[in-house]
């Protein structure tokens, strides 16, 4: 890694965010072939639903302000930002446990899974303290301020895997993994809550609710835009979890979800760790159109650099790994994460550059992006389970989603250089 990056402040920072988020990935994949032994696919299909369904909705409750806490030049308006997205998390939340109390049979008759009922009610806290946590951290990567978020996801990480561990001889139908899945949030929320308080009390005291309205006003243009844009891409994604159930078998979301945990480590770890150092320097470079299109080019050569030969040694072995590692019963999703092996490469590579539609203020361009690719996994599913088997199915996905990746990284890299106009 020292080889791979200069000795700056960037190094230091990518490699405090990679320690965090390596540990709080690091633990749940370390554990899973634990988990795989205590839980069905079935039961990791149940789960996956539950996830999906609070993904989607978690894109809603903040309004997608969170994301335009790093834009202004005061740190006193980013904390009203702050406020308003947190405060937005606790009232939509609110809204949305009234509705599943009200329709909850038709909920769960829509998802068609009845063991979901249940855990409808809980759906609203986890996205409670999804929408919060990212407010925090999206202030704490404002402030450059890495090693908390490190803390925060390493407390994440640790206690998620152990309710979930403590849970899995004791619960049934997958109830330890919602469990901890909701105990290890909270936990990381917290831990980050009281360092943001500790060390940003005096801005926090001075939170003013007028200028909260007058700044929701200002950046109205991102839940204008992006709660729809960023739902249908969350929706995107989650499809596969909805879908492969009704259109194939019950354990089918199972073996996808195990796919997304184990294939998903290395975007958390490196990628996801580039980006966030990625949208705090290229956020103040941006007016600087040369120096913004070379961080790009750097970032873009590192990612490039980290991924590809673990991406294709992967997807030779992919099939042989998860038997060894998982249990025999889990090889299938062996076979899944070799289809998806490309699918994921491209995410690795283009997902921490596409913030670029964020720091160019791209909202409209994001959306018509995020509108196609909803289409076109849509009835990539759809065409795909009347006319294939579920390997078909997923080769016709992993395709589309991995050119919707390589086109989101044409326009990125063309808005780091000053393209399209810089007002909509």
């Not at 492969?244 to 760790?273: E, K, Y």
């Not at 092996?341 to 018509?368: C, H, N, R, W, Y």
Request: with cysteine; aromatic share 16%.
């Amino acid at each position: 890694m020292r080889k791979l990056f200069p000795k700056s402040a960037y190094t230091r920072n990518v490699l405090t965010l990679m320690t965090g988020t390596g540990l709080a990935q690091a633990i749940p994949i370390a554990i899973s072939p634990i988990l795989t032994r205590l839980y069905s696919p079935e039961e990791f299909g149940l789960f996956a639903l539950y996830m999906s369904v609070v993904s989607i909705l978690a894109v809603m409750v903040t309004g997608r302000y969170e994301l335009a806490i790093v834009l202004p030049k005061r740190d006193r308006d980013a904390m009203h930002i702050v406020m308003l997205s947190i405060m937005l998390s606790f009232f939509v939340s609110i809204i949305l446990f009234v509705i599943i109390w009200l329709f909850n049979a038709r909920i769960t008759n829509l998802l068609k899974v009845p063991e979901i009922s249940p855990w409808l009610y809980w759906m609203p806290l986890s996205t409670l303290l999804m929408g919060t946590y990212q407010s925090l951290s999206y202030w704490s990567n404002r402030k450059a301020q890495y090693k908390r978020l490190a803390i925060s996801r390493t407390a994440q990480g640790s206690s998620t895997a152990l309710l979930q561990l403590s849970s899995g001889s004791m619960t049934s139908e997958g109830a330890g993994l919602i469990e901890g899945d909701i105990g290890g949030r909270a936990l990381s929320c917290a831990v980050l809550a009281k360092s943001v308080f500790h060390e940003d009390k005096k801005i926090i005291l001075n939170i003013n609710k007028k200028r909260i309205f007058l700044l929701a006003r200002k950046y109205l243009n991102f839940p204008k835009y992006l709660i729809f844009a960023h739902g249908i891409n969350a929706a995107s994604f989650q499809l596969p979890n909805l879908f492969l159930g009704a259109l194939f078998n019950s354990a089918a979301p199972g073996f996808f979800a195990l796919t997304q945990r184990v294939m998903g480590a290395p975007s958390a770890l490196v990628a996801g760790a580039l980006g966030d150092v990625f949208r705090q320097q290229a956020s103040h470079y941006y007016v600087c159109e040369k120096e913004c299109a070379e961080i790009f080019i750097n970032t873009l050569k590192k990612l490039l650099l980290l991924s590809f030969f673990p991406f294709v040694i992967f997807f030779f072995f992919a099939p042989d790994l998860f038997s060894f590692i998982f249990g025999q019963k889990w090889e299938i999703a062996g076979v899944y994460a070799q289809i998806l092996t490309p699918m994921f490469f491209m995410q690795f590579v283009a997902s921490p550059l596409s913030v670029m539609f964020m720091i160019g203020e791209k909202q409209k361009i994001d959306l018509m992006w995020q509108v196609i690719l909803f289409t076109a996994v849509f009835f990539s599913l759809r065409i795909g389970g009347y006319y294939f088997d579920v390997f078909g199915t997923l080769i016709i996905f992993s395709s589309v989603y991995s050119l919707m990746y390589f086109l989101s990284l044409i326009i990125s890299y063309k808005i780091a250089k000053g393209g399209f106009a810089h007002k909509q």
